[in-house]
Nanobody, 126 residues
């Protein structure tokens, strides 16, 4: 059972930047991703990165503003968020999959992930 712990959330002004981290309890060579749940809305995909870090994919709403990366030596994944907008306010969750080991895949659906963190709140103010 992989444990995931997010950190780095907080309050930031619109246009600002924030970096989220997701620490995993064990090394993984499988895809990981970030999802978010805005207030009163369903969870949505943000970004995903393949096990070796070579492939990434983003939601259209964050493309060109957010950057996903991972450091497998540290068992940690990151989400660099720039040019934050009010609509980026949400609880951000990191997720990891136990499937497709060794395959360079970037799964965009929550159902494709097996492990989830508890979430970290990101609030963007005007």
């Amino acid at each position: 059972q992989v444990q995931l712990v997010e950190s780095g959330g907080g309050l930031v002004q619109a246009g600002g930047s924030l970096t989220l981290s997701c620490a995993a309890s064990e090394r993984s060579s499988n895809a990981m991703g970030w999802f978010r749940q805005p207030p009163g809305k369903a969870r949505e995909f943000v970004a995903t990165i393949s096990g070796n870090g070579r492939r990434t994919a983003y939601a259209d709403s964050v493309k060109d503003r957010f950057g996903i990366s991972r450091d497998n030596a540290k068992n940690t994944m990151y989400l660099q968020m720039n040019s934050l907008k009010l609509e980026d306010t949400a609880v951000y969750y990191c997720a990891a999959t136990s499937r497709w080991t060794g395959i360079d895949i970037v799964p965009p659906h929550g159902s494709q992930y097996d492990y989830w963190g508890q979430g970290t709140q990101v609030t963007v103010s005007s």
